[in-house]
């Protein structure tokens, strides 16, 4: 059993920035990429930013492009997102997921390419 816990969230006035983390735990278990999507109360889940370890490939939703940033350590099953100059349209569940299946791709935008998900960390900004 893999399971990823999100930590990090919190309340941040508009413009401010928080750090989300996510760590992978459980049986011996190596991720092939590591992402982050977010759902808004009454919208559906959106792809914010993705990294692949094979490939050291990092992928961003247009909305989040140049504020937001993706990182991690593959051997501890780690990621991190840096979210800068937040405003209140980026409030949020945020939610880690891993692909542990094999791939050489270099985006993840995608719900199905991965296989684990977090249960996610609320991020409200205030206007």
């Known amino acids: 059993q893999v399971q990823l816990v999100e930590s990090g969230g919190g309340l941040v006035q508009a413009g401010g920035s928080l750090r989300l983390s996510c760590a992978a735990s459980g049986r011996a278990f190596s991720s092939w990429a590591m992402g982050w999507f977010r759902q808004a109360p009454g919208k559906e889940r959106e792809f914010v930013a993705s990294?692949?370890?094979?490939?050291?490939?990092?992928y961003y939703a247009d909305s989040v492009k140049g504020r937001f940033a993706i990182s991690g350590d593959n051997a501890k099953n780690t990621v991190w997102l840096q979210m800068s100059s937040l405003k209140p349209e980026d409030t949020a569940v945020y939610y880690c997921?891993?692909?542990?299946?094999?791939?050489?791709?270099?985006?993840?935008?995608?719900?199905?390419?991965?296989?684990?998900w977090g249960r996610g960390t609320q991020v409200t900004v205030s206007s």
């Open positions: 997921a891993a692909r542990g299946r094999p791939s050489g791709l270099e985006t993840y935008p995608h719900e199905s390419d991965y296989d684990y």
């Open positions: 990294i692949s370890w094979s490939v050291l490939y990092t």
